[in-house]
């Protein structure tokens, strides 16, 4: 059983940057690919990127590739969503999930994903 705690979200002007962190609980952290999803309203949640627990690959949608950036720290249990260049369109509550999947291709996908956070907001003011 993997716990998921968001945290870092708030209100931004457009171009600026937030970190969202994600702390996990439980001692196999590191044996879990990591991702995080978005939800706007009135939309469908949709991948943001990812970090494979096999081989630290990371793979980003391509709405903010170069813009944001996804780490982890295994002795501290976290993972991490640095936010540059925001958008108003990047205004959702993020989610931090996690899944002991490898392959990249399925980590796209929300239903792969076996333990999820809460979510925090993130709005971007234009």
């Known amino acids: 059983q993997v716990q998921l705690v968001e945290s870092g979200g708030g209100l931004v002007q457009a171009g600026g940057s937030l970190r969202l962190s994600c702390a996990a609980s439980g001692r196999t952290f590191s044996s879990y690919s990591m991702g995080w999803f978005r939800q706007a309203p009135g939309k469908e949640r949709e991948f943001v990127t990812t970090?494979?627990?096999?081989?630290?690959?990371?793979y980003y949608a391509e709405s903010v590739k170069g813009r944001f950036t996804i780490s982890r720290d295994n002795a501290k249990n976290t993972v991490y969503l640095q936010m540059s260049s925001l958008e108003p369109e990047d205004t959702a509550v993020y989610y931090c999930a996690a899944s002991q999947t490898l392959a990249s291709r399925l980590l796209r996908l929300s239903r792969t994903y076996d333990y999820w956070g809460q979510g925090t907001q993130v709005t971007v003011s234009s």
């Open positions: 970090m494979s627990w096999g081989s630290g690959s990371a």
